[in-house]
């Protein structure tokens, strides 16, 4: 009967959340990239949110709390403590740098163990600094831990146009999430504009080259395959490639 009560108590509090989040946020869709980046960087927290909130109230919506659920209730009333505690901290610090530093060591702590609590710390700092690096990395590492991968896209566009060094990384990451996510689709397309920024790189040729053949995209293979023999020629899988593409 308790876990009855339980399960009904948290189905009522996601269903009102669910209410909010619809009519605070009616459009959930792509950031425009007229916005002014203040629109564009508070659209992106509320899409975050808004689809972290959908997430969960479908996951439980199909779902009765069983006794192996219980522990799983108890540790997000002890994330909630935490966060709780955060707040508290975060509004004794007197400048924005001083919450800045103090959200950044607690959200590194919180990447070993409570990647919510981590998600939300460094939230907390782009939204202090729109241009905090550090923290946009830290939220791209933490959606491609969990696999929440439309707010691993989102975050792109951020990581490309405020670090274009690594923008081939940043992109080339989010391809092979997706490739493990079954989208061969998406993870061409992301490998395909890494490949964009770094040109001659064998490990992004590699893995593209692996996808034509999965897809039988031949001529983008042999394309692909001339120009990893002509940076990488001594690269032991040459062979295997070219014969496999033959086969197509």
Known sequence: MITLIITVLILAALGIIVFIV????P????????????????????NIVAMRMMRKAHELQH????????ARVKYLLSGSYKKLKLLEEKYKAHT???????????????????????EQCFLDVITLDPKHLESYEALLHIYLSKKSLPEAIELLEFLVKLNPALAGRYLFDVAGALLENGDRKGAWHYAAQALTFEPQSPKYLDFLIELAILEKRRREGEKYLETLSEVNSENAKLEDFEKRLQEL
Do not use: C, H, Y
Not at 22 to 25: C, G, S, T
């Open 22 to 25: 619809i009519r605070k946020f």
């Open 63 to 70: 779902k009765v709390i069983t006794p192996e659920n219980w």
């Open 27 to 46: 459009q959930l869709s792509a950031m425009n990239i007229e916005e002014s980046p203040g629109a564009k960087l508070k659209r992106l927290k509320q």
């Open 96 to 118: 924005a740098e001083a919450k800045i530093q103090l959200l950044l060591k607690r959200g590194r702590v919180a990447l070993s163990d409570d990647l919510e609590l981590a």
